[in-house]
């Protein structure tokens, strides 16, 4: 054929994005089956970097991959997020539990579109033993700080052990019955006082009768004997219960030789539920802080803050801005919002710093505070938002001074901005020359403070994630 005969064929636009799609999704799909055989969690992200979708994993890379094959098909709520999904990290976990925690947690704090379960303010439960009570009880919360909506700390919840949280709460409720059958602790809500004449007069519930309670309430057992019995119960919580396992074992396969299958799988499942409670974290790990971290009366909070800053209108609307970075990398601002002294999870926000320092950094906390008040307010002081009574930077007179150096800028000034430093825990305010120095049982700093820990904790649990994903690819 001549060159005069060739003709140049159009360009297929649909053509050339559909080979575009597929190259992408088999591209993401080497990368997943590449991933490392373990329980995780991964974080699929759009072609800007933002995080869209994240999921838990048993074995991450058979997981993962499915998203990507030809074949997939994920609903018709999920199946669009294949068109916008161009990258994917993950994070290694210890074990399932460990994936579920990190995953409910991420979701609760970056809040992904395309994901609508764990979104809620729902919390995994709490196993506990109180301590303040003559007779301790065993209870399941959700509440492990016992803080009502008062603010007040209920009675048996103080000084109370509290184990968790498990990711099984079906697991943990069937334990707590298997066990009392073993330690015989009263799991009722009697406030049963040692020596009161009228116990003995008192008629037990029917857990004393099938033998699964000491009924103390009815003066049955001693104090000192009670105690004894929670204190094994307390050991074995800690322990790794290993005797038991094997001897229910034991048990159990002895009823399948025998045929008693009913029995072996009862067995079974009750050998399950006491595995299970393995499957739980530490309080100190910080896996629930909106239940786990105790706030005082938020109205009397309030009002005592109202009156400290000299304001002569009640406060509603309070939010806290903070500032995390790593080596000058990876900065990132949160800001959070209280109304009425309670958190509102729909107004948090969260900054990927843009701009940067003097130094040509990003490591500078007044350009970082600058650039998130800028964007927070900007559509706030227009009336497009909601604009706060009370505004709280985390940090000094200098970061003060910054954030005050962004309202410059923007047409409305806010009503009032005040900054918490840490350690000393002054409060320095605009237009005041001295900070204000409070007591630390003052009802307004608690306040400010347990504000103030929740930016800084929204801001540094995303933090932590990038960090830990870091520390992966470098090792």
């Known amino acids: 054929m001549s060159s005069e005969d060739t003709q140049l064929v159009p360009s297929d636009p649909t053509h050339e994005r559909v080979a575009s799609d597929g190259s992408r999704l088999a591209e993401l799909l080497k990368k997943a089956r590449d991933l490392p055989r373990s329980p995780g969690v991964y974080l699929m992200k759009d072609d ?45 976990c210890d074990g399932e539990w460990e994936a579920l925690l990190t995953e409910n947690r991420l979701i609760k704090d970056i809040r992904p579109r395309f994901n609508v379960r764990l979104t809620d303010d729902k919390t995994f439960p709490y196993l506990v ?96 004997g009670y105690a004894a019995d929670i204190e094994r119960f307390t050991k074995f919580l800690d322990s790794k219960r290993s005797v038991m396992l094997r001897e229910m074992t034991a048990e159990m396969e002895q009823a399948s030789a025998a045929l008693e299958f009913e029995k072996a799988a009862i067995l079974r499942d009750q050998i399950k539920a006491i595995e299970k409670l393995d499957e739980r974290a530490k309080r100190s790990a910080g896996w629930q802080p909106e239940s786990e971290v105790s706030v005082i009366d938020p109205k009397k909070g309030l009002r005592a803050l109202q009156r400290v800053l000299e304001l002569e209108s009640p406060i509603r609307c309070l939010e806290a801005i903070d500032i995390a970075h790593l080596q000058g990398g990876e900065t990132v601002g949160s800001k959070v919002c209280f109304v009425d002294g309670r958190p509102l999870k729909n107004e948090y926000r969260r900054y990927r710093i843009r701009s940067v320092g003097p130094d040509g950094t990003l490591n500078d906390d007044y350009t970082s505070i600058r650039e998130v008040v800028l964007r927070r307010y900007r559509e706030a002081g227009a009336g497009n938002e909601l604009y706060p009574d009370v505004i709280l930077i985390d940090g000094g007179l200098g970061q003060l001074h910054a954030a005050l150096g962004a309202f410059d800028h923007l047409e409305m000034r806010p009503p009032m901005v005040i900054s918490l430093a840490k350690k000393e825990e002054l409060i320095y305010v605009q237009q005041r020359s001295e900070p204000i120095r409070l007591g630390r049982e003052n009802t307004a700093l608690r306040l400010c403070q347990a504000i103030r820990d929740e930016a800084h904790r929204f801001a540094q649990h995303y933090h932590h994630v990038l960090r830990k994903k870091k520390t992966l690819d470098e090792g």
């Open 129 to 224: 033993i109180t301590r303040n009570e003559d007779f301790p009880r065993i209870l399941v919360t959700r509440n492990p700080t016992g803080v009502d909506e008062s603010g007040r700390v209920r009675p048996e919840m103080k000084n109370a052990k509290v184990v968790g949280p498990f990711t099984n709460a079906g697991a943990l409720r069937e334990a707590v019955t298997l066990l009392q059958r073993v330690f015989k602790y009263r799991t009722c809500k009697l406030d049963i006082v040692d020596g009161d004449e009228r116990n003995k007069y008192f008629r037990p519930c029917l857990l004393y009768t099938i033998g699964q309670c000491t009924a103390p309430c009815a003066a049955k057992i001693t104090q000192l």
């Open 48 to 92: 800007k970097g933002v995080v869209i979708y994240v999921g838990k994993a048993a074995n991450l890379p058979d997981r993962v991959s499915s998203y990507f094959v030809p074949s997939a098909d994920l609903g018709f709520k999920k199946q669009p997020m294949l068109d916008a999904v161009h990258d994917f990290e993950h994070l290694v």
